[in-house]
């Protein structure tokens, strides 16, 4: 019998199309790292069933991280973190009539016991969310925290220690 080697994974979950244009900078991240995800479209509201059967199989579809994107009442973040153990990061999304604070108030203020990492609203917020996921992962996979390590170190170098056109 051969034994494979599991993939673990990241899930990029949203609960509408929409969401996408924010959460796609999470891809360009996990991309870039090479790190094996999924995308979906989950509805809190309008598909409840999928909600329900996406969180019951994340461990056995080999999820390790959730990067839950959602937008004005954004339930969709605390419902898969009530319903799983594994670590879900909330984003909320940017909307027009309240800028994403409706967002950030709605994931951010989950009951004692439901855990829920939030970043913050819009774009850097979906980035560091895909950061964060890999530092998870990178906690056990030492292939996974060299190259995010060296992500750090370029980043560092990359602030340049004077202003440009610095007459000094």
Known sequence: MVKTKVISKISIVMGSQSDWKTLVKCEEILKQFKVHFEKKIVSAHRTPERLYEYSKNLKKNNIKVIIAGAGGAA??????????????????IETMTLKGIDSLLSIVQMPYGIPLPTLAIGENGAKNAALSAISILSLDNKTLEKKLLLYREKQTKSVSEKPKNDKD
Not at 75 to 92: D, E, K, N, Y
């Open 75 to 92: 339930h969709l973040p605390g419902m898969i973190a009530s319903l799983t153990h594994l670590p879900v990061l909330g984003v909320p």
